[in-house]
């Protein structure tokens, strides 16, 4: 939490990015990047059940 700066909170902490939050009412949004793997996953799955749908 103290530690390792991170790129999507522009070179903050974790800890650093919290307090932050809390000092304010409206706290700055850190968005998550997109996990391509995990969603080529869920694509995957989503084919599989089509494709079982058609079978029936």
């Not at 919290?18 to 409206?26: G, I, L, M, S, Y």
């Amino acid at each position: 939490m103290n530690e390792y700066p991170q790129e999507r909170f522009h070179g903050l902490t974790a800890s650093e990015v919290r307090e932050a939050a809390k000092a304010t009412d409206e706290p700055v949004l850190y968005p998550i990047k997109e996990n391509k793997r995990i969603k080529k996953y869920w694509e995957g799955i989503d084919k599989k059940k089509a494709s079982l749908i058609k079978c029936y």
